[in-house]
Every structure is written in C-alpha cells, then in structure tokens.
Nanobody, 122 residues
Framework: QVQLVESGGGLVQAGGSLSVSCAASGRTFRLPTVAWFRQGPGKEREFVARISGSVDRTYYSDSVRGRFTISRDNAKNTVSLQMNDLKPEDTAVYYC???????????????WGQGTQVTVSS
C-alpha cells in the first residue's frame, strides 16, 4: 500500500491560483497511477485529473482541462496539482489517490489521502 498526505490547500479569490501536493510513502511510488478527486459541499466525490505511473500520461475532467495541471516528481515522491483561473465551483476538499489502472473510477483507487480544503471566494 501507498500512504498519501495532501498539503497546500487554502483560500483564494476567483481567478487566482493555488497548488496542492500529494506526498507518498510506502511501496514504490513510481508504479501507481495517481489521481486527484474532489468533493464539494453536498456533492459526490468526482474525478479531477490523473497521471499515469509508467509514462506520465495525463488526463483531466472537462471542468478543469486547460486550467489545472497535474505533475509528478519521482525523486521527491510527490504529485502536484497546479490550479489556475480558479472558480467558486472549484471549492471542495481535494483528495489524492493511487491505483494501478488509468481510470476515472474512484472505486478502483486503493490508497487515499485525508484531503485538503480549497475554497474559492467570489
């Protein structure tokens, strides 16, 4: 199993930028696909972005494509999500997750962090 800890959330005004990071420990971090999900108030947890374990291939949800960028630093065992042009609807708890499949399906990710709050004010 991989242990994941998110950091970097906070409060930002609409149109601003914020970066959240996911630090991993445990089994070899290079192998898993790592994804970011988010859960807004009263909403289900939804897929945001993922980066593949083997070839750093990325994929984004339609709602964040072009504004968010996911990247990984294998030397530091971290995956980051750079969020630009933030909107109030991006307000959510952001979770990172690790899994062996390139998928948007949250049930297929076996390791999860505790989440970090991102709040975008209008």
């Amino acid at each position: 199993q991989v242990q994941l800890v998110e950091s970097g959330g906070g409060l930002v005004q609409a149109g601003g930028s914020l970066s959240v990071s996911c630090a991993a420990s445990g089994r070899t971090f290079r192998l898993p696909t790592v994804a970011w999900f988010r859960q807004g108030p009263g909403k289900e947890r939804e897929f945001v972005a993922r980066i593949s374990g083997s070839v750093d291939r990325t994929y984004y949800s339609d709602s964040v494509r072009g504004r968010f960028t996911i990247s990984r630093d294998n030397a530091k065992n971290t995956v980051s999500l750079q969020m630009n042009d933030l909107k109030p609807e991006d307000t959510a708890v952001y979770y990172c997750a690790a899994g062996i499949f390139d998928t948007t399906e949250r049930s297929l990710y076996h390791s999860w962090g505790q989440g970090t709050q991102v709040t975008v004010s209008s």
